[in-house]
């Protein structure tokens, strides 16, 4: 059995995965632009991939599932968080 990791890295991670999924559900659209900016230079090597997953942030439903996406990353963060609380010092 391996000791117990030090807690502020594991604070640091879910204060990240905190603000990461805060950003996510406020922010849905700019955070799709950003992803939509970082995709494109990539048509070259990848194609046709990448116009299909481009046309699916485009879509009306996108922004939906990017909260969702954003709800999960938080409710990861409760889980670090709750790991950081139960484990033995």
């Known amino acids: 059995m391996s000791g117990t990791a030090p807690l502020w890295p594991v604070l640091v991670a879910a ?9 996510l559900i406020l922010w849905p659209r700019q955070a799709i632009a950003l ?3 970082l995709l494109r230079p990539m048509r070259a090597l990848f194609g046709r991939l ?3 997953e481009i046309g699916l942030l485009e879509g009306r ?20 968080l709750f790991y950081a609380a139960a484990a033995p010092r």
């Not at 204060?15 to 950003?23: D, E, K, P, S």
């Not at 439903?61 to 670090?80: H, N, Y």
């Open 15 to 23: 204060l990240t995965f905190l603000a990461i999924g805060g950003a």
């Open 50 to 52: 990448v116009d299909w």
């Open 35 to 37: 992803y939509v900016r």
């Open 61 to 80: 439903v996108a922004p939906v599932l990017v909260r969702l996406f954003g709800g999960f990353v938080i409710l990861s963060a409760g889980a670090i």
